[in-house]
T-cell receptor
Framework: GEDVEQSLFLSVREGDSSVINCTYT??????LYWYKQEPGAGLQLLTY?????DMKQDQRLTVLLNKKDKHLSLRIADTQTGDSAIYFC???????????FGKGTTLSVSS | GAGVSQSPSNKVTEKGKDVELRCDPISGHTALYWYRQSLGQGLEFLIYFQGNSAPDKSGLPSDRFSAERTGGSVSTLTIQRTQQEDSAVYLCASSLADSTNNYGYTFGSGTRLTVV
C-alpha cells in the first residue's frame, strides 16, 4: 500500500535553516501537505503543493517537490524556538480522499 | 462551531470495556475523517465519511471498531472490548472537500485513550 517515510528527528540551532525530508511511494499522489503538531495540540496545516508544481514559497517556508524521485522537502528559514514541533508529511491521491501521513519528524531548535 | 471539537479530551478505561469518542466537525463540512496516532507510529487512517455516501471503512483495524455519522454532522467512534493496544490519541478532522474540490483538513485536538 501507500507508504510515506520521514526521518524521525532533526536538531538545529536558532537562526539556521531546517530541511525536513519526505519520500512517498504512490506516484499518483496529487496533493502533498506539510502539517505541524505542537505538544498537546491537533495538527495544523502549514502548506501544501500540487503535483504539477516544483516549488512553493510561503514566507519562511519553502516546499520542494521532486516528482520523479517522489521526494518532498520542507525548508524553514531562520528557524526559531517556536518552530520546535513534530512535522508531518502527507500525500493524497485525489480530492476528498484520505490523506496518508508519515510518522512525523521531531524538530528541536536550540538557542 | 469555530473548530473541530472532540470529547472527551482524555479517557481512561479498563480492558474489555466499550468506549465512545465524539467528534463535532466544523459546521457545513461534508467530509469527516478519523485517524489514530500511536506513539512513534504517525497517523493511521481509520474511516472517512463524505456527505451521504457510504463511508470508507478501509482503515478500521478490526471489527471491534465502528463509527457513525448522524445527520451528516456529529460522528461517534466506538471501540468495543478495548485492548491495551488501542491506547492512542484518536484524531478527527473535517473538510469541505469532495471528489472534485479539494480543501485542507481541520483537525481537532484529539481524544487520548488509555486502556488499563
Amino acid at each position: 500500500g501507500e507508504d510515506v517515510e520521514q526521518s524521525l528527528f532533526l536538531s538545529v540551532r536558532e537562526g539556521d535553516s531546517s530541511v525536513i525530508n519526505c519520500t512517498y511511494t504512490d506516484s499518483s499522489s496529487t496533493y502533498l501537505y506539510w502539517y505541524k503538531q505542537e505538544p498537546g495540540a491537533g495538527l495544523q496545516l502549514l502548506t501544501y503543493i500540487f503535483s504539477n508544481m516544483d516549488m512553493k514559497q510561503d514566507q519562511r517556508l519553502t516546499v520542494l517537490l521532486n516528482k520523479k524521485d517522489k521526494h518532498l522537502s520542507l525548508r524553514i528559514a531562520d528557524t526559531q524556538t517556536g518552530d520546535s514541533a513534530i512535522y508531518f508529511c502527507a500525500v493524497q491521491r485525489r480530492a476528498g480522499t484520505a490523506l496518508i501521513f508519515g510518522k512525523g519528524t521531531t524538530l528541536s531548535v536550540s538557542s | 462551531g469555530a473548530g473541530v471539537s472532540q470529547s472527551p479530551s482524555n479517557k481512561v478505561t479498563e480492558k474489555g470495556k466499550d468506549v465512545e469518542l465524539r467528534c463535532d466537525p466544523i459546521s457545513g463540512h461534508t467530509a469527516l475523517y478519523w485517524y489514530r496516532q500511536s506513539l512513534g507510529q504517525g497517523l493511521e487512517f481509520l474511516i472517512y465519511f463524505q456527505g451521504n455516501s457510504a463511508p470508507d471503512k478501509s482503515g478500521l483495524p478490526s471489527d471491534r471498531f465502528s463509527a457513525e455519522r448522524t445527520g451528516g454532522s456529529v460522528s461517534t467512534l466506538t471501540i468495543q472490548r478495548t485492548q491495551q493496544e488501542d491506547s492512542a490519541v484518536y484524531l478527527c478532522a473535517s473538510s469541505l472537500a469532495d471528489s472534485t474540490n479539494n480543501y485542507g483538513y481541520t483537525f481537532g485536538s484529539g481524544t487520548r485513550l488509555t486502556v488499563v
